[in-house]
């Protein structure tokens, strides 16, 4: 089947210094927060199946923000994070596509993702620290209703940040991705055991400016469910 939608909505996406930190854990403290007004938002795509277990979804998104909120690195303390925000009128168009398979004991899911921004110059002209782009694969195996095994993969590019050290000038930060294994075990109807690897290839990339990501990880466990 194929299903065609369009619409236009508005909303405010409430903010809070929680929801700031939980973005991003390097913001100083006492940061003014401020609610993001989208004050109309374009929408349309189209979602269907190929086969009985293969969807698939395309769409567009053309929004109008004001106080959209972006992050720049201290010019007191470079480790640390500011919040500024963009007090006019902020274009945002969003285009994705995704692919998802649903077999019966396979699921996984593609999806892609480009943003673009029309930034007010009094912050600068650049989305701080916000992706042109995202690509996410996420899968689930399930085998003999024991052993869940899982895989996510995630890439993004196009993120820019001011650099203070010669004076304020654009920073384009390198493209980054990340690839991470889970595997469940279900010992009983309450107990189970896991182990997760995240960032397989070991990448230090930056999704904020002067902090590069941690490399392998490695965690493990038991989970008991009342």
Do not use: C
């Not at 698939?56 to 303390?77: C, K, M, R, T, V």
């Amino acid at each position: 089947y194929l299903q065609v939608y369009a619409g236009i909505r508005g909303d405010v996406e409430r903010q809070t210094f929680n929801s700031m930190v939980s973005a991003n854990p390097f913001l100083q403290s006492n940061q003014p927060i401020f609610h993001n007004h989208k004050t109309f938002d374009f929408y349309g795509g189209v979602n269907g199946k190929l086969t009985s277990k293969i969807g698939f979804g395309a769409g567009l998104s053309l929004a109008n923000y004001q106080n959209l909120h972006y992050f720049i690195n201290d010019p007191s303390d470079q480790s640390r994070f500011l919040l500024v925000y963009d007090p006019e009128n902020t274009a945002v168009a969003n285009v994705f596509g995704e692919i998802s398979i649903n077999a019966d004991k396979l699921r996984t899911t593609f999806r892609g993702d480009y943003f673009g921004y029309d930034v007010n110059e009094t912050i600068g002209d650049e989305a701080w620290h916000r992706p042109n782009y995202q690509l996410s694969v996420m899968s689930t195996y399930n085998l003999y209703d024991k052993l869940l095994l899982g895989a996510d993969f995630f890439a993004f590019g196009g993120i820019n940040a001011i650099g203070l050290v010669n004076g304020a000038e654009s920073i384009s930060l390198d493209p980054g991705f990340d690839l991470n294994l889970k595997a469940d075990y279900l010992i009983s109807s309450q107990v189970s055991a896991f182990v997760q690897f995240n960032n397989i290839f070991g990448q230090s990339y930056e999704q904020y400016y002067r902090y590069p990501s941690r490399q392998l990880q490695f965690l493990a466990g038991v989970t008991y469910s009342f």
